[in-house]
Structures are given as structure tokens and as C-alpha cells.
């Protein structure tokens, strides 16, 4: 089983709402990232949060951490039509090594 | 911006040949990483390199291996392609250390038949 996952798997909103990604992981992390990737294309690096940090903001977009839940969130505020995407999470372990979620797939309907 | 290039975009292979999928990045970057993503699973790690020399094995490194013989370069090998090996496949680089970061190639889409 993978070491982090998000959910919803799937999840549609308007544009203009707002919309939060959660994310759950197993073990102790260093730091975890969350990543857009759109269609056809490689992922991207939105936000990376340290084991550190509660909250990390870019934009219209904000990542909470939860070290003793081992979960974190990511909220995208005003959504717009190219906000739509697989959302990952990724958790480091402190050893190089980096591992995906499964993703969640999101929609922005006009 | 950094720069991550996957090669071939395409690929259709036949059971039981050899499928080599090349990436080339010109980060300067210690780490270097090949995920394969599936509908259902996400990105999986099938090996992964900190530097020139050097290979790891990932989370799921059966069925395949790697070559890392520069800093530039990691290639992914399949000696015996299976149609399971059916997938994209994802080349990445990072920092040594800290990671911050994973800058993704286009992928490679591979089918095999």
C-alpha cells in the first residue's frame, strides 16, 4: 500500500468556490509537497510545507500540515477552469526517496 | 527553469523484447527518480539514483532496472517486457538533500504488446 494517499479520489466544484484536497500519510516525514499535474504533462511542484510548518500559502492556494495526524490539506481558493488537474501529495522521508499518493482528480466546471 | 527530457514520447513494444526509455536533465541535480503511473495508483517509485554510479531500488523495482552513467543521464531498462509494464512513465530530478523540489519530464507513454 502507498505511504501517502489523498481523497477524495474525485471531486467537482464552479469556478469561483473553493475547494480543499486532503491528504493522509503513514510514518514520520521531513517534509511533504503537494503536486498539480495537468493533462498530458509531467507534474509540477505547488507548495512544499516542512515538518516544521502548520500552514504555507502561494497564492490562492494553502497547505496545513499535521504532524500528530499525520495528515495535511491543500485548499485552492477562487477556483478557475485551469485549476483543473490530479492533485498529489508527496511525503520525504529524509532518505531521498519521495512518495506519491494516488491523486485526486478535480474539476472545475464553468 | 529546469529541465527534464524523456525519451522516446511514444513507445509500442512486443512481449518479452528489450525496452530501454532514456532521460536527460540539465539541473546539475544529484537525485534522479523513474515513477510509472497507473489509474488507481498514482506515481509509484521504480528506482531512483543519488548520483552517477549509482542506482535504488525503488518501491516497485521488480521487472526492471536502471543505469545511471552521468549526471545527466538515468536510463530505465526493461530486459523482458510484459503487457503489465504497460504505463507512462515518469523521469524526475532533485537536490541532493533537501529535495525541495522534483522537477518531471513530459513522460513516456509505453505500450507493450
Known amino acids: 500500500s502507498q505511504l501517502a494517499e489523498e481523497n477524495p479520489w474525485a471531486l467537482s466544484v464552479h469556478e469561483g468556490e473553493s475547494v480543499t484536497v486532503n491528504c493522509s500519510y503513514k510514518t514520520s516525514i521531513t517534509a511533504l509537497q503537494w503536486y498539480r499535474q495537468k493533462s498530458g504533462e509531467g507534474p509540477a511542484q505547488l507548495i512544499l510545507i516542512r515538518s516544521n510548518e502548520r500552514e504555507k500559502r502561494n497564492g490562492r492556494l494553502r497547505a496545513t500540515l499535521d504532524t500528530s495526524s499525520q495528515s495535511s490539506s491543500l485548499s485552492i481558493t477562487a477556483t478557475r477552469c485551469e485549476d483543473t488537474a490530479v492533485y498529489f501529495c508527496a511525503t520525504n522521508y529524509g532518505n531521498e526517496k519521495i512518495t506519491f499518493g494516488a491523486g485526486t482528480k478535480l474539476t472545475i466546471k464553468p | 527553469e529546469a529541465a527534464v527530457t524523456q525519451s522516446p514520447r511514444n513507445k509500442v513494444a512486443v512481449t518479452g523484447g528489450k525496452v530501454t526509455l532514456s532521460c536527460n536533465q540539465t539541473n546539475n541535480h544529484n537525485n534522479m527518480y523513474w515513477y510509472r503511473q497507473d489509474t488507481g495508483h498514482g506515481l509509484r517509485l521504480i528506482h531512483y539514483?543519488?548520483?552517477?554510479?549509482?542506482?535504488e531500488k525503488g518501491d516497485i523495482p521488480d521487472g526492471y532496472k536502471a543505469s545511471r552513467p552521468s549526471q545527466e543521464n538515468f536510463s530505465l531498462i526493461l530486459e523482458l517486457a510484459t503487457p503489465s509494464q504497460t504505463s507512462v512513465y515518469f523521469c524526475?530530478?532533485?537536490?541532493?538533500?533537501?529535495?525541495?523540489?522534483?522537477?518531471f519530464g513530459h513522460g513516456t507513454k509505453l505500450s507493450v504488446l
Open positions: 524526475a530530478s532533485g537536490d541532493r538533500g533537501t529535495n525541495e523540489r522534483l522537477f
Open positions: 539514483s543519488y548520483g552517477a554510479g549509482s542506482t
